[in-house]
């Protein structure tokens, strides 16, 4: 089936700094999709991108969507303690366009150090 | 915007009884609703799809007469899990599509002794 890796796995930062994170998958997706999952809850949508080559800013994260439509990343500028949590990338599976059947990735964990 | 809610939010139960958990849609309609599976600090698994008035389609490797899926209105899905054994332990997350995405629902968090 479909997989997307995602890296890095966990990332320990200050408040203030920047992060970046990115998902990479051997086939294509037509819909990269970036959520953020806090402890003991479900995952909350932050960002869809629908077309490659786009870019898409959500305060402050930024995702892009890959121009083979192969990979996509993530930026979270000017971190804060409440960025905490675990971020997936997903994407409808076998490339449609349904938002129900989702392939996620591994997911990275975020930790911010005040 | 659009909410999911699932119920219960956690459940402990013994060895070889079933648990239900419940998904419901509260704000809209919704035909499929989605079931997914997740272990601590890993990614989600789509577990099954559940459609409104007909059977669920189970991904390859789900049983589907350990996870029994109804969904017997447009807002309510629900998720038995007969006969639960330890490993059946687990963060069970349902959700459902609306126009632009697909909204998540709280999690349960089901432990078996």
């Known amino acids: 089936g479909q997989q997307l890796n995602q890296s890095p796995q966990s990332m320990f930062i200050q408040e203030g700094e920047d992060v970046s994170m990115n998902c990479t998958s051997s086939?294509?997706?037509?819909?990269w999709l970036w959520y953020k999952q806090d402890p003991g809850e479900g995952p909350v949508l932050l960002i869809a991108l629908y077309k490659a080559g786009e870019l898409t800013s959500n305060g402050r994260l930024t995702a892009q969507f890959g121009i083979t439509r192969k990979d996509s990343f993530l930026n979270i500028s000017a971190s804060i303690p409440s960025d905490v949590g675990i971020y997936f990338c997903?994407?409808?599976?076998?490339?449609?366009?349904?938002?129900?059947?989702?392939?996620f990735g591994q997911g990275t964990i975020l930790t911010v150090h005040p | 915007g659009a909410v999911v809610s699932q119920h219960p939010s956690r459940v402990i139960c013994k060895s070889g009884t079933s648990v239900k958990i419940e998904c419901r849609s509260l704000d809209f309609q919704a035909t499929t609703m989605f079931w997914y599976r997740q272990f601590p600090k890993k990614s989600l698994m789509l577990m099954a799809t559940?459609?409104?008035?007909?059977?669920?389609?189970?991904e390859q490797g789900v049983e589907k007469d350990k996870f029994l899926i109804n969904h017997a209105s447009l807002t309510l899905s629900t998720l038995t899990v007969t006969s639960a054994h330890p490993e059946d332990s687990s963060f069970y997350i349902c959700s459902a599509t609306g126009y632009t995405e697909a909204f998540f629902g709280q999690g349960t968090r089901l432990t078996v002794v």
């Open positions: 997903a994407g409808p599976n076998a490339g449609g366009t349904s938002y129900g059947k989702l392939t």
């Open positions: 086939s294509i997706f037509n819909t």
């Open positions: 559940s459609n409104e008035g007909s059977k669920a389609t189970y």
